[in-house]
C-alpha cells in the first residue's frame, strides 16, 4: 500500500524569501524547503500566493524589484505546479465566514492562503507571519518560522534564470 506524501504550504512572505537571495530570511526560508522536499514532501501554495508574491517582487524598490519575466520565471518554475484555488463558491463561502469573523483589511488575503492550506490537506505552511494564521493549528496545520534549525541546502535552484 503507497502512502500518499504530506504535504506543506507556503505562503507569500515564504515565496518571497526564497526567491531574493538579499533577503533575511532566505537561507533559512530556501533551507525548510529543501530540508521537506528531500524527505518527499510535496510543496503548495495558493494561486492567490503566487500572484500576490509576483506583485511584490516586480514592485520591490530598486535595486532588488525584478522584471516581470524574472518574477515569472522564478515562481512559474518553483511554485505554481502545487497551487491551490478558490473557485467562486468558496470565494463566497470564505467572504461570508470572513465577515462573520469580522476579518478586515489584509487578513483577508491570510484567510484565503489559509482556506487553501486545508483545501491541499497540508500538515504544514511555512510563513514568516506565523501569527497571521494561529487559527490553522486548531484544524491540524502546523504553523511554521523557517529557521536557523533546519540544514542548509543548495540555493541555486531558487536563483534567477540567466539572461
Not at 23 to 32: D, I, R
Not at 97 to 120: F, H, N, P, S
Not at 130 to 150: D, N
Amino acid at each position: 500500500m503507497t502512502h500518499a506524501a504530506s504535504v506543506f504550504f507556503v505562503d507569500t512572505s515564504c515565496i518571497v524569501a526564497c526567491v531574493c537571495s538579499w533577503h533575511v530570511h532566505h537561507a533559512h526560508a530556501v533551507a525548510e524547503v529543501e530540508q521537506r522536499l528531500a524527505a518527499g514532501e510535496k510543496m503548495a501554495t495558493a494561486a492567490h500566493a503566487a500572484a500576490e508574491a509576483y506583485a511584490v517582487l516586480t514592485r520591490l524598490p530598486s535595486p532588488h524589484r525584478l522584471a516581470p519575466r524574472d518574477a515569472l520565471a522564478l515562481i512559474d518554475g518553483n511554485f505554481l505546479d502545487g497551487a491551490v484555488a478558490l473557485d467562486a463558491s468558496g470565494y463566497r463561502a470564505l467572504l461570508r465566514r470572513a465577515g462573520a469573523d469580522g476579518v478586515t483589511g489584509g487578513r483577508t488575503y491570510d484567510t484565503i492562503i489559509a482556506e487553501c492550506a486545508l483545501r491541499a490537506k497540508a500538515t504544514a505552511l511555512l510563513t514568516f507571519n506565523a501569527r497571521h494564521f494561529a487559527g490553522l493549528e486548531a484544524a491540524g496545520v502546523q504553523v511554521v518560522v523557517p529557521s536557523a534549525s533546519a540544514q542548509q541546502f543548495d540555493m541555486s535552484a531558487f536563483m534567477p534564470p540567466a539572461a
